[in-house]
């Protein structure tokens, strides 16, 4: 099954767009990549997830590289409520999301 | 607000209790998920039902269990409580198994 790597922590500026980079090296054809944030203590929340294609929706795009070994989220202007941290999971064969310890993501004044 | 509901919302017990969380998916959803998330820890997959039968099993101990019922609402049981059983648990539910998942706020279980 896929694991994926991501930075421990970032900060951007708040306006500015928040490129979170994921990497999946060992990702199978038919595996998705999903990314999820939470909110100090709050439940997970779901933000956008791909196959191959880039994907858009009112949250968020994601970006697939062509190999699929890796992957961005992109916040296009991250305000200070986008806080938290950043979870990308490549989800496993029996549908398990198996979680690591996600991107601390800080949006600054 | 993403549909799923979850009680109580905090618990306080002592050690070798026992605990029932409750949980309530959305309207429709036939999966629900169990996780466990202890102090700045990620969260730890427990178990999923789907449409009232178990489809999956993770991290969960045997001192915990689960079930489904008819009406699609989930309890998960936790017994001979431990101190490291201290945790947010949160419950998640998705329509069919290959769709995002939805979580709910959560239940903080403090054992003293």
């Known amino acids: 099954d896929a694991k994926t790597t991501q930075p421990t922590s970032m900060d951007c500026a708040e306006g500015r767009a928040a490129n979170l980079p994921c990497n999946h090296s060992?990702?199978?054809?038919?595996?998705?990549v999903y990314w999820y944030r939470q909110i100090h203590s709050q439940g997970p929340q779901y933000i956008i997830h791909g196959l191959k294609n880039n994907e858009t929706n009112e949250m968020a795009s994601l970006i697939i590289t062509e190999d699929r070994k890796s992957s961005t989220l992109i916040l296009p202007h991250a305000t200070l409520r986008d806080t938290a941290v950043y979870y990308c999971i490549v989800r496993e064969s029996n549908y398990q999301l198996i979680w690591g310890a996600g991107t601390k993501l800080i949006i600054k004044p | 607000d993403s549909g799923v509901t979850q009680t109580p919302k905090h618990l306080i017990t002592a050690t070798g209790q026992r605990v029932t969380l409750r949980c309530s998916p959305r309207s429709g959803d036939l999966s629900v998920y169990w996780y466990q998330q202890s102090l700045d820890q990620g969260l730890q997959f427990l178990i999923q039902?789907?449409?009232?039968?178990?489809?999956a099993k993770g991290n969960i101990l045997e001192r915990f269990s689960a079930q489904q019922f008819p009406d699609l609402h989930s309890e998960l049981n936790l017994s001979s409580l431990e101190l490291g059983d201290s945790a947010l648990y949160f419950c998640?539910?998705?329509?069919?198994?290959?769709?995002?998942?939805?979580f709910g706020p959560g239940t903080r279980l403090t054992v003293t």
């Open positions: 998640a539910s998705s329509p069919e198994d290959t769709y995002e998942q939805y």
């Open positions: 060992t990702i199978s054809g038919n595996e998705y």
């Open positions: 039902y789907y449409n009232g039968e178990e489809r």
